[in-house]
C-alpha cells in the first residue's frame, strides 16, 4: 500500500518530542498539563482505499465528459457550417475561440487551485461549461457570433477540471499506482473525444437537429457534479509522498516566483513543447479528419456531397470509434511500457514519447498520401497513429508529476495547457482550414479539388510531430537531475496549510537541546485536556520552536 492510501496511523501513546520550546509567557504549551503525549511520528494526511479508488472513478468520469465538450461540435461540423453559413476558414475559428479562451483562463485556475479549495473551483468549471452549452443550443443562424462566444465560455469551464484534477490524482496515489491511475484517467481523453463525435452525430441523425446534442450532455454534467461534491475530497498538496503530515508557518512563494522555479526546470519546458507538438496535430485532426473522411468517400464515389443538413454522418461514427478504441489501447500500452522500461532505464518516459511520436510521423504522412487512392490504406495508417499518439497522454503527465514539486503542479498543469493550446490545437484547426480555403481559392471548384486542398494542409502535421519527438529526446537529459532537484529539502515552494516541510521533520529527528524547569502554571493557565485525535502539530518562528495544540476540527480519518 502506497504511503499516500494508508490507513495505519502511529498509536498516539509511543514516544513523544525529544524537545519543547517555551511558550511567550513561560508556557509550555498542551504537553505542560501531562494529559497530552505527542506521537512518536507526525500523522499522515489518508484515506480510506476505497474512497480514494471512489473519488477516482469520479474525477474519470468528469474527465469524460470534458473531453465531450471539445468534440461534439466537430462532430456536427457540417450541419453547423450549413446551418451558420461558414466557410472553412471561420468553422476553424470556432475551435481556435474556444481553445483561446480555455488557454487565457488555464493560468487563473492554475493560480487557484495552488492556494485555494480546489473543489470548489471544479465546481464551478462544471457549471461554467455546462451552461454555456445548453444556452448555445438555443442561438438562431442569425446570431453567429454569439455562437462562437459560447463556445468560449465553454473553452473557459473546461480550463478549470483540465488545470486542476491532474493534481488532485496526483496528491492521491503515488509512484506506480499513480502512473496506473494516471493512465485510467487519461484513457477518457480519447474515450471522450470520440464519444463526443458519437453522440453529436448519432443526436443529429436520430433527431433530425444537430442541436439536441447540446441539450443531453448538461444531464450529465449536473450528475457529475453531484458526484464531485459528495464523493471527491481535496486532499493536501504532497499529501502521497507524506508531504502533508506536518502545518508548517512558512510564507508562500508569488506566482512570478513560481513562474521563474519552472523556467529554469528543463524537463517541464522540453516535455511541455513536446505535448504541444501533439496538440498541434490532434487539434488539426481532431477537428478536420471527419471532414477530410467524408469528402474522401465522395471522391471515391461511395458518398453523394452534401447539399443541405443534416449531412451524412457515418464517417464521424467511424472516426469517434476508431478514436476510442486507439485511445483505451494506446494509453494502456504507454502506460505499461513505462512502468515496466522505468525498472530498467530511469530515462523511460521521454524515450517512450519520442519514439513513439517519430514512428506516428509517417504513418500519418501516408495516410494522407494514400486517401486518394485507397480508402482501406488511409485508415489502417490513420488508426496506427493514433494508436502511437494514444501512447503518451498518461506518460507527459506523469512527467510533469515527477519533475514538479507539489505546490507548483497547479501552476505547472496551467502553464503547459497555455503553452500546448497556444503554440498547438488553438489555432491548428484554424491554420488547417485557413490553407485549405487559400488553395481552394486557387483550383477549380469541384470535391475532388476541394479534398485536395484540406489533405496538403494537413501536411505540416506530420512535420510538427517531428519536432515534438525531437523535444522528449531534449527531456530525457535533464529528467533525473530535475527528478533529484524537485524533491531536495527546501526546493521550490512550501505552504503554510497543507505543505510538510523536510527541514521540520529533520528538526524533531534532532537531539534535544538542554531543557530549562518549567515555571509552575497557576489554574488558570493550565492547558484544556485533549484528545490524541486531535493532537495538531504547529510550529511557531524559528526561535520558539515547535510546540503542540489541541485542534478539535482536525481529524485524520482512518
Known amino acids: 500500500m502506497t504511503r499516500g492510501m494508508s490507513t495505519e496511523h502511529h498509536s498516539p501513546l509511543a514516544g513523544g518530542l525529544q524537545s519543547q520550546s517555551r511558550r511567550p509567557g513561560g508556557q509550555y504549551g498542551a504537553l505542560a498539563s501531562g494529559q497530552c503525549p505527542p506521537p512518536s511520528t507526525p500523522m499522515p494526511w489518508s484515506l480510506p482505499r476505497r ?81 454555456a452549452g445548453l444556452s448555445s443550443s438555443f442561438i438562431p443562424p442569425k446570431y453567429s457570433w454569439l455562437f462562437f462566444l459560447t463556445r468560449g465560455v465553454v473553452g473557459t469551464g473546461v480550463a478549470s477540471y483540465s488545470t486542476i484534477a491532474p493534481t488532485v490524482l496526483g496528491d492521491l496515489f503515488v509512484k506506480d499506482q499513480r502512473t496506473r491511475m494516471l493512465a485510467i484517467f487519461y484513457i477518457f481523453i480519447p474515450v471522450g473525444s470520440g464519444l463526443g463525435y458519437v453522440l453529436g452525430s448519432a443526436v443529429a441523425e436520430l433527431t433530425g437537429n444537430w442541436r439536441w446534442a447540446l441539450r443531453i450532455t448538461p444531464c450529465l454534467d449536473a450528475i457529475a457534479l453531484i458526484l464531485l461534491i459528495l464523493l ?86 467511424i472516426f469517434g470509434a476508431l478514436t476510442v478504441a486507439t485511445g483505451i489501447i494506446g494509453v494502456i500500452l504507454g502506460a505499461e511500457a513505462s512502468r515496466r522500461y522505468k525498472k530498467v532505464n530511469p530515462r523511460a518516459e521521454p524515450l517512450i514519447c519520442a519514439s513513439s511520436l517519430l514512428a506516428m510521423a509517417p504513418c500519418l504522412y501516408l495516410a494522407l498520401i494514400l486517401a486518394p487512392t485507397t480508402l482501406l490504406g488511409c485508415y489502417v495508417f490513420l488508426v496506427l497513429g493514433k494508436l502511437l499518439l494514444s501512447c503518451n497522454w498518461a506518460v507527459v503527465a506523469d512527467i510533469l508529476l515527477s519533475v514538479v514539486v507539489p505546490r507548483c503542479r497547479g501552476t505547472a498543469e496551467a502553464l503547459q495547457i497555455t503553452v500546448i493550446h497556444v503554440l498547438g490545437d488553438a489555432g491548428s484547426p484554424y491554420l488547417t482550414g485557413l490553407i485549405s480555403s487559400i488553395l481552394q481559392a486557387r483550383r477549380p471548384n469541384s470535391y475532388l479539388q476541394r479534398f485536395l486542398s484540406l489533405q496538403q494542409s494537413f501536411l505540416c502535421c506530420a512535420f510538427a510531430i517531428v519536432l515534438g519527438g525531437g523535444c522528449f529526446l531534449l527531456t530525457a537529459l535533464y529528467l533525473e537531475r530535475d527528478q533529484d532537484w524537485a524533491w531536495q529539502p527546501g526546493t521550490g515552494t512550501l505552504d503554510s496549510k497543507d505543505m510538510a516541510s523536510k527541514d ?51 481529524f485524520h480519518p482512518s
Open 51 to 131: 474512497r480514494v479508488y471512489l473519488a477516482a472513478a469520479v474525477l474519470c468520469y468528469i474527465n469524460l465528459l470534458n473531453y465531450m465538450n471539445w468534440f461534439i461540435i466537430p462532430g456536427v461540423l457540417l450541419d453547423v457550417q450549413k446551418s451558420f453559413h461558414i466557410s472553412d476558414s471561420h468553422a476553424g475559428l470556432l475551435q481556435t475561440v474556444f481553445i483561446g479562451c480555455l488557454l487565457v483562463s488555464a493560468p487563473v485556475f492554475g493560480y487557484l487551485g495552488d492556494r485555494h479549495n480546489r473543489k470548489a473551483t471544479l465546481s464551478f468549471g462544471i457549471l461554467l461549461w455546462s451552461g
Open 232 to 317: 471527491v475530497p481535496d486532499p493536501p498538496r504532497g499529501a502521497a509522498e507524506n508531504q502533508g503530515e506536518v502545518a508548517v508557518e512558512a510564507p508562500r512563494s508569488s506566482w512570478c516566483e513560481d513562474v521563474r522555479y519552472l523556467g529554469r526546470n528543463w524537463s517541464f519546458v522540453w516535455s511541455t513543447l513536446g505535448v504541444t507538438a501533439m496538440a498541434f496535430v490532434t487539434g488539426a485532426l481532431g477537428f478536420w479528419a471527419p471532414k477530410f473522411l467524408f469528402e474522401a468517400r465522395v471522391v471515391h464515389g461511395l458518398q453523394l456531397p452534401c447539399f443541405q443538413e443534416p449531412c451524412s454522418s457515418q464517417d464521424s461514427l
Open 504 to 554: 521540520t521533520k529533520r528538526q524533531d529527528l534532532a537531539p534535544a537541546p538542554p531543557q530549562r524547569n518549567p515555571e509552575p502554571l497557576s489554574s488558570s493557565e493550565q492547558a484544556p485536556p485533549c484528545s490524541h485525535s486531535s493532537l495538531a502539530l504547529s510550529t511557531l518562528p524559528v526561535t520558539q520552536g515547535p510546540w503542540l495544540s489541541c485542534t478539535p476540527d482536525l
